[in-house]
């Protein structure tokens, strides 16, 4: 059986529902995807859990051939697969812009090394074994860099990961430049934050190799500037925090000591 669980993002209580004849879940919650995914697979019965965003959809025969590839042997559920975005899709010229970004971020190292270095945290699948093993995604990280982390640490206990290319995601997303900006800068921070590695070539220059238009990439150059600062301030913000807490816990010992001494003069 394979569980198809979608995330809504709202300002509501996380809450879910339940389609018990396709085991199509529906997580709806405030801004915490990796919560919400985890809460939406303690509630699968299936053996694949396979992740979609609100804004990520399946044609239908896409669907189906998803279906058949996975109750196949084709599919050992030892690995982790991933959906890439269509290369065409809806929207205003940002989301467009956005969908590129995404959909170059995972072709560009779709077989680095062998397998898929990138995967899209909205057409992520996952063994559901597997999955908790590996301890499903880290709530900490609300959103912004969740599926790089859960994929970086997949591959460190030696799990495959790869790109099914045959099936495409549509991605009809609405988005303004904020929204564009916000998504670059959360990405970014994530990355520098958590130390996740990102490529030394920027989201331009992969497009240019890739034969994009001049608007395409600049957008893609813009988004990866705006990604790279933010990743720098993660980074920046890590190491600062990093020193505070050394130096308040060299106050706290050095403090405790002194009563210690204290205690044992009197």
């Known amino acids: 059986m394979i569980s198809w669980i979608r995330v809504e993002l709202s300002a509501e209580e996380i809450s879910f529902s339940t389609l018990s004849e396709n085991e199509e879940i529906t997580v709806r919650g405030p801004?915490?995807?990796s919560r919400a995914r985890n809460i939406g697979a303690k509630a699968a019965?299936?053996?694949w859990l396979v992740f979609l965003d609100a804004d990520c959809?399946?044609?239908a025969d896409d669907k189906q051939?998803?279906?058949k590839l996975l109750s196949t042997n084709e599919c050992p559920q030892n690995q982790i697969y991933g959906l890439n975005y269509a290369k065409d899709t809806k929207g205003s010229f940002w989301a467009r812009?956005?969908?590129r970004v995404q959909r170059l971020w995972v072709s560009a190292f779709a077989q680095k090394?062998?397998?898929a270095q990138n995967l899209l945290g909205g057409g992520l699948i996952v063994p559901k074994n597997l999955f908790w093993k590996l301890?499903?995604?880290?709530?900490?990280?609300?959103?912004?860099?969740?599926?790089?982390?859960f994929i970086r640490r997949a591959q460190a206990c030696g799990v495959r990961t790869s790109l099914i290319e045959n099936i495409e995601i549509e991605h009809a997303r609405t988005l303004e430049l904020s929204g564009f900006l916000r998504r670059a800068w959360i990405q970014g921070y994530r990355r520098g934050e958590r130390e996740l590695g990102s490529s030394r070539r920027t989201v331009g220059a992969m497009g240019l190799v890739r034969g994009y238009g001049l608007a395409e990439l600049s957008v893609m150059s813009f988004f990866g500037l705006v990604m790279g600062l933010g990743a720098a301030s993660g980074r920046i913000m890590s190491a600062r925090f990093l020193k505070l807490s050394l130096k308040r816990f060299e106050v706290l010992t050095t403090s405790f000591r002194a009563n210690?001494?204290?205690?044992i003069d009197e």
């Open 31 to 33: 801004r915490n995807v």
């Open 45 to 47: 019965n299936g053996d």
């Open 57 to 59: 959809l399946l044609k």
């Open 65 to 67: 051939k998803l279906i």
């Open 97 to 99: 812009g956005y969908n």
């Open 113 to 115: 090394n062998g397998q």
């Open 135 to 149: 301890g499903g995604f880290d709530s900490a990280i609300g959103w912004g860099g969740e599926e790089t982390e």
């Open 260 to 263: 210690l001494k204290f205690t």
